[in-house]
């Protein structure tokens, strides 16, 4: 009986080592796919992707072992399987991945993605905030909210109208009581002069 208990007990740490082994491989792998890539300028959406993206490639070869030692099956990645196994590899690669960690606080980091528009200012609208009208490119007016200070905003009505300008901007979900509902609004965030 104890050397069927021993036996069973080797079996279970082993089974435990190679399973540590494989997410051990897949996280190596993942954090050197992660620190190939070039990931500046992307929004939140596409750093996600490209984060599962490399760790479906690294955990691909050991498939049967996630499905032995984890219940991850790749099959289902769609329907739960992959969200489990992007946990399982994240908390391995958060203590030993320092792109994983860049990657992961820019994907959490709550600052909004900044826009810009380029075009000429024919408008100002002043009512509870200033709303700049530009006309772009393609000829559209686009409304922009002067809601904060930001570079050059003192110079704004100095330059005033018929200025070419290149408006940086964040989209915002402001209240709005005429419709008592949140509505997205353009909000300048810089400003630069084309002349």
């Known amino acids: 009986m104890k050397k069927l208990i021993g036996t069973f007990l080797l079996l279970s740490i082993t089974f435990f080592a190679q399973s540590q082994d494989v997410l051990d491989s897949i996280s190596a792998h993942s954090c050197d796919c992660i620190s190939k ?3 500046k300028g992307l929004e939140k959406e ?5 984060l599962g993206l ?3 490639k690294a955990a ?3 498939e049967k072992q996630l499905k032995q030692s984890y219940d991850i099956d790749m099959k289902k990645v769609d329907k739960g399987d992959g969200e489990k196994l992007g946990r399982l590899i994240g908390l391995k690669m958060a203590s030993s991945c320092p792109s994983f960690t860049d990657l992961i606080t820019r994907i959490s980091s709550e600052e909004p993605s900044t826009n810009s528009i380029e075009g000429t200012i024919t408008e100002f609208i002043t009512e509870q905030f200033v709303t700049i ?3 772009d490119e393609d000829g559209r007016d686009q409304r922009i909210i002067w809601l904060d200070y930001f570079k050059n905003s003192e110079k704004l009505l100095q330059k005033g109208k ?3 300008v290149t408006i940086e901007y964040q989209e915002r979900e402001l209240y709005n009581p005429k419709f008592n509902d949140y509505i997205k609004y353009k909000v300048a965030t810089g400003i ?3 002349d």
Not at 46 to 50: A, C, D, G, S, V
């Open 46 to 50: 596409k750093l996600t992707i490209e």
């Open 133 to 135: 009208v530009i006309k």
């Open 60 to 62: 691909q070869p050991y």
């Open 37 to 39: 890539l070039d990931l």
């Open 192 to 194: 630069r002069y084309d």
């Open 54 to 56: 490399c760790m479906m």
């Open 162 to 164: 018929n200025k070419n």
